[in-house]
């Protein structure tokens, strides 16, 4: 008949309780050659070089997902820490359906167009309004809620491609607005 394996723990008792230690190997979970320190496998992806600095491994033959589940009053989120704090957060909160990206410096998107509102983007950044009322907008805004007359409210500056600069940042164009009174 057929082998069945498994694994149940039940420490009680003691000051430290593990439930369980794998010392010197790898976990597989639904896979006996675990490719990493966790595998969890729901089915062969084909062939593919997995990261060398890859821990936990989520393969599967279809689409695959990682899920986190909460109340609908909490958030779930990801955090990317070093020995000082989180530096960057991944957050979603279910009570207001909004996600926030968090950087201690930059976020940056590698990609060719970035889209919102629309996800075929036409051109390198494409804001898309739900109706035809409004059209996209785009808003800058001055932290500072003390504006003086002649302030700068907001820049678009055009840069000249980095093997034409002499630092890799020289403005070739921009568009400013400046307060015309204080507020």
């Given at each position: 008949?057929?082998?069945?394996?498994?694994?149940?723990?039940?420490?009680?008792?003691?000051?430290t309780n593990y439930s369980a230690?794998?010392?010197?190997?790898?976990?597989?979970?639904?896979?006996?050659?675990?490719d990493k320190t966790l595998h969890?496998?729901?089915?062969?992806a084909g062939s593919h070089t997995v990261n060398a600095s890859t821990n936990v491994l989520i393969e599967d033959s279809g689409s695959n997902y990682l899920e986190f589940a909460t109340p609908a009053a909490n958030e779930s989120g990801i955090l990317f820490s070093d020995p000082d704090a989180a530096s960057g957060v991944i957050t979603y909160s279910h009570s207001t359906d909004d996600?926030?990206?968090t950087a201690a410096d930059n976020i940056i998107f590698s990609c060719d167009k970035v889209g919102i509102g629309t996800a075929a983007p036409i051109s390198h950044l494409e804001v898309r309004s739900p109706d035809n009322n409004t059209g996209g907008i785009v808003s800058i805004t001055n932290a500072n809620g003390n504006i003086?007359?002649?302030?700068?409210?907001?820049?678009?500056?055009?840069?000249?491609?980095?093997?034409?600069?002499?630092?890799?940042?020289?403005?070739?164009?921009?568009?400013?607005?400046?307060?015309?009174?204080?507020?």
């Amino acid at each position: 008949g057929a082998i069945n394996y498994g694994l149940r723990v039940n420490a009680t008792g003691g000051t430290t309780n593990y439930s369980a230690i794998f010392e010197g190997g790898n976990v597989g979970i639904g896979t006996a050659s675990p490719d990493k320190t966790l595998h969890v496998w729901g089915g062969d992806a084909g062939s593919h070089t997995v990261n060398a600095s890859t821990n936990v491994l989520i393969e599967d033959s279809g689409s695959n997902y990682l899920e986190f589940a909460t109340p609908a009053a909490n958030e779930s989120g990801i955090l990317f820490s070093d020995p000082d704090a989180a530096s960057g957060v991944i957050t979603y909160s279910h009570s207001t359906d909004d996600m926030t990206l968090t950087a201690a410096d930059n976020i940056i998107f590698s990609c060719d167009k970035v889209g919102i509102g629309t996800a075929a983007p036409i051109s390198h950044l494409e804001v898309r309004s739900p109706d035809n009322n409004t059209g996209g907008i785009v808003s800058i805004t001055n932290a500072n809620g003390n504006i003086g007359s002649t302030d700068v409210l907001g820049r678009i500056n055009f840069s000249a491609p980095a093997e034409h600069a002499t630092d890799g940042n020289e403005v070739a164009a921009s568009i400013e607005a400046e307060a015309e009174a204080a507020f």
